[in-house]
């Protein structure tokens, strides 16, 4: 029976909650002409061969899958997104762009499209539980007065100030440029809370310090440039947000479609939006819109996002999302090297199966 972990960089191979024949593995490959089926490791893009008996029991479960879904593929590897759990792979399919088609329209149409009304009851039902704790809060002496003495107000007005300060030229990118000076109404808060609280005038000093102390340790992290790098050809895009380390290949495109996704969740200009596609289907490809923007990368070769006007970042941002629908670049490079070794893995076991044996001769006619 094979392993569920990966034998590259020992890491398990996760449930994918979908195949019954290929239970672990959230990347799987298969190649009905060969009779081969591959698990993927997600975290080193190694390819794991699975037997001939086991390959042969899942190729049919696998092609039935694959056949009922939308698919894109570049060279001899297509994919189709199954679900956030398993992405399936087709080895020797021709190349495809309908499902990065697909993906490209759903997300121009869902441009301005607005905050849906789940959205909306999500927020009103939290706040409305905020409230709740707060009255419930009340009934306690120690809350009370807490609450009385203006403390929550001199410590989070201010640290709201030092987000806006530190933060808001990333925080409210694409945005009205007066959201950006938002900060400064909560300064007159606080100097309205000051008088009415019984605190010491120390402790008032140190409750507004504090909180403008964590409000600049958010926003400095906040409003650290969001941006990504990128090579030439196939070679992976970087996401940077300078905050965690940065992303690769994959995963960093992913980070930039929910990166850029919020941004044009409200209200958005017809002729941007048409903008925004008119660019999209010019080079209808992430590598050839981001080689475009080559010549506005910073020194270190990061093309930071407030570096693109709006209609430029929704064409990132559709491009992104239908580069998402198409095989990734680390499990294409992973492909040549897979077949090799599965061609020797077959030699070798038909050096080492037994012979068939062969049919009796027919009797020798009479003389």
Not at 50 to 61: K, S, V
Not at 138 to 147: D, G, N, T, Y
Not at 183 to 197: A, E
Not at 317 to 323: E, M, V, Y
């Amino acid at each position: 029976m094979a392993k569920d972990t990966c034998v590259k960089c020992g890491k398990p191979l996760p449930a994918n909650n979908e195949l019954a024949s290929v239970p672990n593995a959230r990347l799987v490959a298969f190649d009905p002409d060969a009779n081969r089926v591959w698990r993927i490791c997600e975290e080193c893009n190694h390819w794991h061969l699975l037997g001939p008996q086991a390959a042969r029991a899942a190729l049919p479960e696998l092609q039935s899958r694959y056949d009922a879904e939308v698919v894109a593929g570049q060279g001899q590897l297509a994919m189709a997104s199954i679900s956030r759990k398993l992405l399936l792979f087709r080895v020797g399919a021709p190349s495809s762009s309908t499902a990065a088609e697909l993906m490209a329209s759903e997300l121009h149409a869902g441009l301005g499209s607005g905050i849906s009304w789940q959205f909306g009851v999500a927020a009103v039902g939290m706040l409305a539980a905020i409230i709740g704790i707060n009255v419930w809060l009340e009934r306690f002496s120690v809350w009370k007065a807490i609450f009385d003495s203006r403390a929550p107000q001199l410590f989070f007005l201010p640290a709201l100030a030092a987000q806006g300060f530190f933060g808001g030229g990333e925080m409210y990118r694409g945005r009205p440029a007066w959201l950006r000076w938002l900060w400064l109404l909560f300064l007159p808060l606080v100097l309205w809370s000051m008088p009415t609280s019984p605190l010491p005038m120390w402790g008032k000093v140190l409750t507004i310090a504090g909180g403008l102390g964590v409000g600049a340790w958010v926003g400095r992290g906040e409003g650290k440039p969001r941006g990504i790098r990128w090579g030439h050809d196939e070679e992976p895009l970087s996401y940077h947000d300078g905050v965690r380390g940065d992303q690769h290949g994959w995963a960093a495109t992913t980070c930039l479609v929910f990166e850029l996704g919020p941004e044009f969740e409200d209200r958005v200009k017809p002729e941007d939006r048409d903008a925004a596609w008119t660019l999209w289907r010019k080079h209808a490809s992430l590598q050839s819109l981001l080689q475009s923007f080559s010549e506005r990368r910073d020194a270190d070769g990061l093309l930071r996002l407030t570096a693109l006007n709006r209609p430029e970042r929704m064409a990132l941002l559709i491009a992104a999302g239908a580069r998402l629908a198409e095989p990734p670049a680390e499990v294409i490079a992973g492909l040549e090297e897979a077949e090799r070794i599965a061609a020797i893995a077959e030699a070798l076991d038909n050096e080492l199966s037994p012979p068939a044996p062969h049919a009796p001769l027919p009797p020798a006619p009479p003389a």
